[in-house]
């Protein structure tokens, strides 16, 4: 039996208008077709919950308690491309698409809608020609409106590598 490599992680903190590591970190997960990021608000006034888990937390179907975003690059496999995916896990007891819609950060029309769920969240499936940078905002202005009414004071990135050969 082979057992796995563990997967390297390295947070990165996001400045307000300073994306550029995290869409370094995009470009290159992208490359690989391999790994994940999390975006991970911090919230003002409030003590962060463990977050451990959080991928499978988000497309297993339980909650963390926080409103964060997973992406997942795209990949080739044998029947086909996978497209990339953004996921959001959140605790507002609604619906995420029609929230963000009256909010003013509608889901872009050429992305597809897989799922949006009250408990197992968000998950958007991406065109293979939406630019990281578009993404990576959409998220954060996504994840800021589903957090409320609780404050987004800060942001990390948690950068989940490709496991190594």
């Known amino acids: 039996m082979t057992r796995r490599r563990p997967r390297k992680v390295y947070e990165l903190p996001l400045e307000s208008g300073e994306l550029g590591d995290v869409l370094g970190s995009m470009a290159r997960l992208a490359a690989a ?3 994940w990021i999390n975006l991970v608000p911090e919230l003002s006034g409030e003590q962060e919950r463990p977050t451990s888990l959080r991928f499978a937390t988000l497309f297993g179907g339980g909650n963390p308690g926080i409103t964060m975003c997973t992406w997942v690059p795209g990949r080739r496999e044998r029947h086909g ?3 990339s995916t953004l996921g959001i896990a959140h605790v507002t007891g609604r619906r995420a698409v029609s929230q963000l819609a009256v909010s003013g950060v509608a889901v872009p029309s050429t ?3 897989e799922q949006d769920h009250l408990r197992r969240g968000l998950v958007v499936r991406l065109p293979p020609d939406a630019p990281n940078e578009e993404v990576l ?3 954060l202005r996504a994840v800021r409106v589903l957090s409320e009414p609780r404050k987004v004071g800060g ?3 948690e ?3 490709p496991t190594p050969a």
């Open 33 to 35: 077709g391999e790994g």
């Open 81 to 83: 491309d996978k497209p």
């Open 111 to 113: 992305w597809f809608v």
């Open 137 to 139: 905002s959409w998220s």
């Open 155 to 157: 942001w990390r990135a």
């Open 159 to 161: 950068v989940y590598l």
